[in-house]
């Protein structure tokens, strides 16, 4: 079974920084594209941003220069360092990791870390 174990979640007030972790076992984190979806309350789930295996990250509008994806292949886990939180980011965050083939689509998810930023 996969497992995409997540951490750092948690409260801050707008302008201050979380990172957020996503360890993934290595055969998943190594070939599977690897991101972070966020769903606020009364909203839709949306990509904020992601790393596609071997290629340049994507960002939301939303929260470009302000967020940063990043992978550790020592450590099989992906992070999100998100600087100058607003309000607006508060949400659930998920990680995902996905993988289109020949044979179908192939998607995991975390169980979701709460982000809130509040003054």
């Known amino acids: 079974q996969v497992q995409l174990v997540e951490s750092g979640g948690g409260f801050v007030h707008p302008g201050g920084s979380l990172r957020l972790s996503c360890a993934a076992s290595?055969?998943?984190?190594?070939?599977?594209?690897m991101g972070w979806y966020r769903q606020a309350p009364g909203k839709q789930r949306e990509l904020v941003a992601t790393e596609p295996s071997g290629s340049s990250p994507i960002y939301a509008d939303s929260v470009k220069g302000r967020f940063t994806i990043s992978r550790d292949f020592v450590k099989n886990t992906v992070y999100m360092q998100m600087t100058t939180l607003k309000p607006e980011d508060t949400a659930v965050y998920y990680c995902?990791?996905?993988?289109?083939?020949?044979?179908?689509?192939?998607?995991?998810w975390g169980q979701g870390t709460q982000v809130t930023v509040s003054s």
């Open positions: 290595r055969r998943i984190f190594s070939i599977y594209n």
């Open positions: 995902n990791a996905n993988l289109q083939t020949s044979a179908g689509r192939y998607e995991y």
